[in-house]
């Protein structure tokens, strides 16, 4: 028996556009993207609590809690009963295991633009391919990539895991930005000039880019 033919979409009796008109706005997808120590997380956590302060439903998926359950890795996968699943569901950094990271986070992400919440992201996601499939499972205008621009010796210097001084000493191997590539956003909803500005000053340009787009009242 093929189980894909007994999968059936269920319709909601509360549609999505009802959940909007309750939130006050609608739903969308701010896929925050940069290199390892641009400050997406952060940028992602302030705008977070900006909106939470305007009373505007939104939830943050960040790379490395996401890890730490949905996308768990190597050992850090267990069942109920102490079993380890990582072998099976647990994903690690090559760029299969990557692709399939950002899949699962687009996919609950999605899930949540149709019950009218912001999901917020703040994932390196290194590669344009990845980010368009994302992109191309939502609505226009639901899929805002905003491109944490930092340049490499900025998050070098800063480096708050000591991640580049191990792939700069060889220990840590397909390092995004010094032995795997980071693949800038081509026509990006918008750009952050994370190392000229302050996380806060940076959040206010989002809220004010989501006030243009009609996405959150004025």
């Known amino acids: 028996m093929n ?79 102490g079993e380890d699943f990582s072998s099976r569901f647990g994903l690690g950094f090559s760029a299969i295991d990557r692709e399939e990271n950002i899949r699962r986070i687009g996919a609950v992400a999605e899930i949540y ?17 990845d980010r368009d499939r994302v992109r191309n499972t939502l609505k226009d205008g639901e899929f805002i990539e905003i491109f944490v621009d930092a340049p490499l010796e900025v998050c070098e210097e800063r480096d708050p895991k000591g991640l580049y001084k191990k792939a700069r000493a060889g220990e840590l191997k397909g390092f995004t930005g010094i032995d795997d590539p980071y693949e800038e956003p081509e026509s990006p909803e918008l750009v952050l000039l994370a190392a000229e500005k302050t996380p806060d000053i940076l959040a206010d340009e989002v809220i004010e880019f989501l006030k243009d787009k009609a996405i959150i009242n004025s």
């Open 113 to 129: 633009t149709q019950t009218g919440v912001i999901a917020l992201t703040a994932f390196i996601s290194p590669y344009r391919i």
């Open 3 to 81: 189980n894909e033919t007994n999968v059936t979409w269920h319709e909601h009796r509360v549609s999505r556009e009802m959940r909007e008109k309750k939130n006050g706005h609608k739903g969308c997808v701010i896929w925050f993207t940069g290199l390892s120590g641009s400050g997406k997380s952060t940028v992602a956590n302030t705008l977070d609590h900006k909106l939470y302060q305007l009373g505007i439903q939104t939830v943050v998926l960040d790379g490395d809690n996401v890890r730490h359950g949905l996308n768990a890795g190597p050992g850090m996968l267990k069942g109920a009963h």
